[in-house]
């Protein structure tokens, strides 16, 4: 064949594989445009003219939701439980249904909550109380109820669950996998250096056990919070002082007077009001809000009621009106941009600069709910901090659940400080912890040799153990970051360092004991925190709005959730459902302080974390 002949054939060739290309890039074309206009046309909700709001949380109530947002409406779309709600959300619905006269009811469904820190149900609890006062009945159905579900369900006028039911409330506890001992067998060497007495985060790997001071801490806490459930749910339904710890304490021999009938329990103990399958709740909705059996059960869920009622018009706000801007910092602490539900130290310095940079924003509230992890990050989360209020505006905190260690950290400069009497913060203390493998290569044969060129050459290196230089060197290095940390504490608080050594060494307190101790300036939740930040800026109540600073979605990302939304019949037809919740919650359990080893805290394995977890 002549290379004429060859060249043409190529071309051929060439010419019939770019035609498919420019093919297939049509119909991606179309179809992109297809849900642009899909998007774009499917019709605006709408809120009956008679319904009753269901909340319905799934997965865990958070301040931010964590993750892709892709990766949210993708499991969505496939019908997958979701593993998290936002408080916002169900606040915003609530507040928005006790004025609305189509809304004649609010339901609450439970049966998707898995957890939710106390402080948070607490919020929901107010409005919920704020709600009823506008003469609208609240009722509460579940197939069964469990601590924190019930705490929700304690609010409703009326209670309503399944007869094969039960309501199970067994209180707090922190437990965690301790493994010195398999580290032991394994010959791994940890090695760990803490500032204070009561930072545990090192001990999974260096005991075998809770140390007496971890215990100590972590009971004050805990049978803080535990009163503080008991108050809530003793008031809301209006049982004796100590029903709750009698229930919990006492439930074998209370279940044999029940006969074994754990739903009749619940009903004779007065924790329920009726056992009822979910077609006689219906009948108590359809009672409440009106309509036939043979009509479409009146309800509206509070997302898309959201969506209805923020696309109706609203009175107008000025143009050019104060703001007071608030940002969100939920999870844990992490070096460099990180996602929603991970507070990257570049990402939250970024969002703070976007506020400090607004004209219009005249304060600034920073909501945390974090148990901490790299001191680099937030000491850069800290210096932003401070150049916001050096350009003459103040900054308020609002703790949520947990503001803790680095919690704290990025905390201590603002002007306010602000927890809710049971949100877990303090553990002002740092840890290092180090792994090396020196015994277990020699017991399978591996021996490390080698020179350098320095003293501590080599010294770092975990598979030959660390040397006595870099032994001193982190000892020195997490005694100077404590001073260093309880210094700036003192510092930004108005207090000498022995004042805040003294409530520092790790100790994890509740928000109430806190403030007793100086830690916080006061109680209240994030609306008190926004209310506060705008009087200290001389704003007038009512003549300001509030702006969330949250990362802003690419155009392909924006196009991309349109796409899921749009497709979502597809997408679920795939079934790629992930795994089991239960098996993905027991997996992070597990892996929480392994996970910590293998982030580090920053480049010299240095955290500022609390293990301050409830169960």
Same mark, same amino acid.
């Given at each position: 064949m002549s290379n004429g002949s060859f060249g043409r054939g190529v071309r051929r060739v060439w010419a019939v594989v770019d035609g498919f290309r420019k093919l297939v890039h049509l119909f991606l074309l179309l179809f992109v445009l297809l849900v642009l206009v899909a998007a774009l046309s499917r019709p605006q909700p709408r809120v009956p003219d008679s319904a009753a709001l269901v909340l319905a949380p799934q997965g865990r109530l958070v301040?931010?939701?964590?993750?892709?947002?892709?990766?949210?409406?993708?499991?969505?779309?496939?019908?997958?439980?979701?593993?998290?709600?936002?408080?916002?959300?169900?606040?915003?619905?609530?507040?928005?249904?006790?004025?609305?006269?189509?809304?004649?009811?609010?339901?609450?469904?439970?049966?998707?909550?898995?957890?939710?820190?106390?402080?948070?149900?607490?919020?929901?609890?107010?409005?919920?109380?704020?709600?009823?006062?506008?003469?609208?009945?609240?009722?509460?159905?579940?197939?069964?109820?469990?601590?924190?579900?019930?705490?929700?369900?304690?609010?409703?006028?009326?209670?309503?669950?399944?007869?094969?039911?039960?309501?199970?409330i067994d209180g707090y506890a922190s437990f965690r996998p301790y493994y010195k001992e398999l580290l032991d067998k394994l010959y791994i060497d940890y090695h760990a250096w803490t500032a204070g007495e009561y930072k545990s985060v090192v001990e999974p790997a260096t005991r075998n056990g809770m140390s007496e001071e971890d215990r100590e801490a972590?009971?004050?806490?805990?049978?803080?919070?535990?009163?503080?459930?008991?108050?809530?749910?003793?008031?809301?339904?209006?049982?004796?002082?100590?029903?709750?710890?009698?229930?919990?304490?006492?439930?074998?021999?209370?279940?044999?007077?029940?006969?074994?009938?754990?739903a009749r329990l619940a009903v004779d103990y007065g924790l329920v009001d009726e056992?009822?399958?979910?077609?006689?709740?219906?009948?108590?909705?359809r009672e409440i809000v009106g309509g036939s059996e043979n009509d479409e059960l009146p309800t509206i869920d509070h997302e898309t009621y959201l969506a209805a009622v923020n696309g109706e018009p609203r009175q107008p706000v000025a143009p050019g009106g104060s703001l007071v801007g608030v940002v969100v910092l939920s999870g844990e602490i992490v070096d460099g941009r990180q996602p929603p539900g991970r507070i990257g130290g570049d990402s939250a310095a970024e969002l703070i600069r976007q506020a400090r940079d607004h004209d219009r924003v005249k304060? #600034?509230?920073?909501?945390? /709910? @974090?148990?901490? &992890?790299?001191?680099?990050?937030?000491?850069? +989360? =800290?210096?932003?901090?401070? $150049?916001?209020?050096?350009?003459?505006?103040?900054?308020?905190?609002?703790?949520?659940?947990?503001?803790?260690?680095?919690?704290?950290?990025?905390?201590?400069?603002?002007?306010?400080?602000?927890?809710?009497?049971?949100?877990?913060?303090?553990?002002?203390?740092?840890?290092?912890?180090?792994?090396?493998?020196?015994?277990?290569?020699?017991?399978?044969?591996?021996?490390?040799?080698?020179?350098?060129?320095?003293? #501590?050459?080599?010294?770092? /290196? @975990?598979?030959? &153990?660390?040397?006595?230089?870099?032994?001193? +060197? =982190?000892?020195?290095?997490? $005694?100077?970051?404590?001073?260093?940390f309880v210094g700036k504490v003192a510092s930004h608080r108005g207090r000498s360092f022995q004042e805040i050594d003294a409530v520092a060494r790790g100790r994890v307190w509740t928000g109430e004991a806190a403030l007793e101790r100086g830690l916080v300036d006061k109680?209240?939740?994030?609306?008190?925190?926004?209310?506060?930040?705008?009087?200290?800026?001389?704003?007038?109540?009512?003549?300001?709005?509030?702006?969330?600073?949250?990362?802003?979605?690419?155009?392909?990302?924006?196009?991309?959730?349109?796409?899921?939304?749009?497709?979502?019949?597809?997408?679920?037809?795939?079934?790629?459902?992930?795994?089991?919740?239960?098996?993905?919650?027991?997996?992070?359990?597990?892996?929480?302080?392994?996970?910590?080893?293998?982030?580090?805290?920053?480049?010299r394995g240095l955290y500022a974390h609390c293990f301050c977890d409830v169960r």
């Open positions: 301040d931010q939701l964590s993750g892709d947002p892709f990766d949210r409406a993708l499991a969505r779309a496939q019908g997958s439980p979701l593993q998290e709600t936002l408080l916002k959300d169900l606040i915003d619905a609530i507040r928005a249904a006790k004025d609305d006269a189509r809304i004649k009811a609010l339901v609450l469904d439970t049966n998707g909550l898995t957890s939710a820190g106390l402080t948070k149900l607490q919020e929901l609890a107010e409005e919920i109380a704020e709600f009823k006062e506008s003469g609208k009945p609240v009722i509460a159905a579940a197939d069964f109820f469990e601590r924190d579900q019930y705490h929700l369900a304690a609010q409703a006028d009326e209670i309503y669950m399944h007869p094969m039911g039960y309501v199970l972590t009971s004050e806490y805990l049978n803080a919070l535990w009163a503080s459930y008991q108050a809530d749910v003793t008031g809301a339904r209006r049982l004796e002082r100590n029903a709750m710890q009698r229930y919990a304490d006492e439930f074998v021999a209370l279940l044999r007077e029940a006969g074994g009938d754990l056992l009822a399958y979910r077609d006689e709740v219906e009948d108590r909705i304060a #600034l509230v920073v909501r945390v /709910d @974090s148990p901490g &992890g790299s001191p680099l990050a937030s000491d850069v +989360i =800290l210096r932003e901090i401070e $150049r916001f209020q050096e350009s003459g505006r103040p900054v308020v905190v609002s703790m949520g659940s947990v503001a803790a260690s680095g919690g704290y950290w990025i905390s201590m400069a603002a002007d306010e400080i602000w927890a809710s009497p049971t949100t877990l913060t303090g553990s002002i203390g740092v840890a290092i912890e180090v792994p090396t493998f020196q015994r277990t290569l020699e017991r399978i044969g591996v021996n490390i040799d080698g020179v350098g060129t320095t003293r #501590l050459a080599g010294q770092f /290196d @975990s598979f030959q &153990g660390l040397g006595e230089d870099v032994r001193d +060197i =982190l000892d020195q290095t997490v $005694r100077q970051l404590y001073e260093q109680l209240g939740d994030l609306d008190d925190a926004i209310a506060s930040a705008a009087e200290l800026a001389g704003l007038e109540e009512g003549r300001y709005g509030i702006r969330y600073f949250e990362p802003e979605l690419t155009f392909a990302e924006r196009l991309a959730l349109g796409v899921v939304k749009v497709a979502a019949p597809v997408v679920k037809a795939l079934d790629l459902s992930p795994w089991p919740p239960e098996l993905t919650t027991l997996l992070e359990r597990a892996e929480t302080p392994l996970r910590l080893l293998a982030a580090k805290g920053d480049r």
